[in-house]
């Protein structure tokens, strides 16, 4: 049986060092693919950390990766974006998932919904979290509730994550 081993990723909307950040995702993102069996990655479009993570990913599936990854793109609800540009989407991550969970709920709390059920399916949540407040945060004090294993990126701030 094959072990799949699932990360997901949260940051907030605005980042600090993208350059610092942009670094520590290819080490990290080096390790698991080379280390684990099959992973598969789980990320949202929400903001800068997002798109940051995205394409950290993308360069270590190009390099590193052997048939033994999944990237996907896990929206709240269907967007427009999304439904004028399928074929992009599909062409940039392996599948795009409307989470069942969030997509019939208000706008305002969709994103938290979808955060935490990406949490639940995680064995690792990897985070930059700059300050203690906003969706991010609570999604990552959501993962320590639930004693999910955290990477946090932010060293000045890796309190948060503690």
Known sequence: MLDIYTVSF?????????????????ELLHDIITQ???????????????LLAAAAIKRAINRYGCGNTHFSLILPYMR???????????????????????AHSHPKAAIQIRNRS???????????????????????????????E????????GYYCE
């Open 150 to 157: 955290m990477i946090c990126l932010a060293d000045r701030y």
């Open 118 to 148: 990406m949490v639940d399916r995680s064995d690792l949540v990897v985070c930059y979290v700059q300050r203690r407040s906003g969706g991010a945060y609570q999604t990552i004090k959501y993962a320590k509730k639930c004693k999910k």
């Open 10 to 26: 949260f940051g907030h909307r605005r980042i600090e060092s993208g350059a610092d950040i942009e670094t520590k995702l290819d």
């Open 80 to 102: 427009s974006e999304y439904q004028h540009n399928k074929r992009e989407f599909l062409d940039y991550y392996d599948e795009v998932e409307i989470c069942g969970k969030s």
């Open 36 to 50: 684990k069996e099959y992973v598969e990655f789980l990320i949202g479009r929400d903001g800068e950390f997002d």
